[in-house]
């Protein structure tokens, strides 16, 4: 790699590398076992508010093999939609951990994008029964719900899907988005119906003035899965013990700041991952996550890899 050179991925750019949901969680879990073996490393995410309704998040980790560092910058603001702009929006910074130099710079949306749907997806794989699971409920509408759509529908037989909204609303894009690819999809503002029809459930609820949490675990089918995108402020505490197995990105940075309150983590993805995988039989699972910077390292490999192949974005000069 020429480090006097640095290669920018712009959000197209990242689109057209065609990385999977699956391999990208194949790589999150090689870099997980690395760390297990001290060869990675994540720092816990530090946040900014400026102002009611923003947020900026820096994002820190690195490690040996892949040999970088990657520094990603997020902001975030709820009234970006009457701003006619997406939710969020920022960079990575990716370093050779050798001379500690630039080599990258990448637009985070869709890396973002693909790797939570990518952590959703290989938590799944140690806690929800495989050939079970046809129908997806989401809780939240946005871009993270379309990503982890995408993530399921690469490795589940999806029929169907139910969504927690009203006819008529924001949500009705992700119903003709799940009608699209082939499953049978409707629209209910009943949260408990979604709780109970649906086998993987996804909450990406953000949040806002007076927000409490509204779902209850133990309406949950017997054998269904939660991928809780937003740190699960969409559960009510004292139904997180309904859950046979609740497990966090990462119990370290958990612990230094816990988002899990009303139980305690029975573990974390390195836990999954390099440890005695759950049962996949019939029980509620949850995995309940933040965002680790160790899983867009992993990301940002992978695009880096490709995008030196395919020879994909803009070469700037240091």
């Avoid at 870099?31 to 060869?39: E, G, H, P, S, V």
């Avoid at 970006?80 to 630039?102: F, K, Q």
């Avoid at 699209?180 to 086998?199: C, F, H, I, M, Y």
Wanted: charge should be neutral; charged fraction near 20%; glycine fraction near 10%.
């Amino acid at each position: 790699m020429n480090l006097r050179e640095l290669r920018y991925l712009s959000k197209s750019d990242v689109q057209s590398l065609g990385l999977s949901y699956s391999e990208i969680a194949d790589a999150i879990a090689k870099i997980l076992r690395r760390k297990q073996n001290d060869a990675a490393w994540n720092n816990p995410n530090s946040t900014i508010s400026p102002y009611e309704g923003t947020r900026s998040i820096s994002f820190h980790a690195a490690a040996l093999d892949p040999a970088f560092s990657v520094h990603k910058t997020l902001g975030l603001s709820r009234d970006n939609s009457a701003r006619n702009l997406p939710h969020l929006g920022g960079l990575i910074n990716v370093h050779d951990v050798h001379t500690g130099h630039p080599v990258a710079i990448l637009e985070c949306e869709e890396i973002t994008g693909l790797r939570t749907g990518s952590l959703s997806l290989l938590a799944s794989r140690y806690l929800t029964p495989r050939g079970k699971a046809q129908t997806i409920g989401f809780v939240g509408a946005g871009r993270q719900a379309s990503f982890h759509l995408e993530a399921f529908l690469s490795e589940f037989d999806l029929r169907k899907a139910i969504l927690l909204g009203r006819e008529g609303g924001s949500c009705c894009r992700l119903a003709d988005e799940c009608r699209s690819k082939g499953l049978t999809a409707w629209v209910t503002p009943d949260w408990q119906e979604v709780l109970r029809s649906a086998d993987i459930v996804v909450t990406s609820v953000p949040d806002g003035p007076g927000f409490k949490p509204f779902l209850d675990a133990s309406l949950l089918s017997e054998a269904s899965f939660v991928a809780a995108v937003d740190a699960g402020r969409s559960w009510t505490p004292s139904g997180l013990g309904s859950f046979d197995e609740l497990v966090v990105d990462d119990i370290p940075l958990h612990n230094m700041k816990p988002y899990v309150t009303g139980v305690k983590p029975d573990g974390d993805l390195t836990r999954l991952v390099c440890g005695t995988p759950g049962s996949r039989g019939s029980q509620r699972s949850g995995f309940f996550f933040t965002g680790i910077a160790i899983a867009d390292l992993a990301a940002v490999e992978l695009a880096l890899q490709k995008a030196e192949v395919m020879k994909v974005g803009t070469v700037l000069q240091r």
